[in-house]
C-alpha cells in the first residue's frame, strides 16, 4: 500500500512537499512516479525516479520546479514542489511500477497507486 501526504492549501509561488510512504512491501526496488489530476482532466505524468534514485524525469511543465528523490531505507519517495502556480492544482498520487521494471512514463505501466493528496495553488 501506498499513503501519500503532504498536500495543502498554499499561495502561487509558494511550496509543498509530498511524501509517499509504502507499508507491506518495500518500494526500493520500483521505479516510481508522480501523477496528477486536475478536476475534468485526465490523470497525467509528472515526474519519475528509478529504482536506484540516478536518474529523474519531469514533465515539461514543472521542470525546473519540482524535484523528485527517493530515501529507500524509509521506503519512501518525495516531491518537492516549487514555485506553485494556479495550473499545478490536482490531486497528486504516487504510483510504483513492479520491482527492477525499465522506466516508463504511461499509467498503465504502473501497478501500485497511492490514494492521493489534494495540491490546491491560490492566485
Known amino acids: ?10 499561495q502561487a509561488e509558494g511550496s509543498l512537499r ?4 509504502a507499508s507491506g512491501r518495500t518500494i526500493k526496488n520500483c521505479p516510481m512516479a508522480w501523477f496528477r489530476q486536475a478536476p475534468g482532466k485526465e490523470r497525467e505524468f509528472v515526474a519519475a525516479i528509478t529504482w536506484n534514485g540516478d536518474t529523474d524525469y ?4 514543472v521542470k525546473g520546479r519540482f524535484t523528485i ?3 529507500n531505507a524509509k ?7 516549487n514555485g506553485l502556480k494556479p495550473d499545478d ?3 497528486y498520487y504516487c504510483a510504483a511500477k513492479a520491482p ?3 522506466m516508463t512514463f504511461q499509467r498503465s505501466g ?8 489534494q495540491v490546491t495553488v491560490s492566485s
Not at 18 to 21: E, G, K
Not at 58 to 61: A, F, N, V
Not at 110 to 117: A, C, D, L, M
Open 100 to 102: 527492477y521494471t525499465v
Open 69 to 71: 528523490s527517493r530515501d
Open 89 to 91: 492544482t490536482a490531486v
Open 18 to 21: 509530498l511524501s509517499c510512504t
Open 110 to 117: 504502473f501497478r501500485y497507486w497511492g490514494q492521493g493528496t
Open 58 to 61: 519531469y514533465t515539461d511543465s
Open 1 to 10: 500500500q501506498l499513503q501519500a501526504s503532504g498536500g495543502g492549501l498554499v
Open 75 to 81: 521506503n519512501t519517495v518525495f516531491l518537492q514542489m
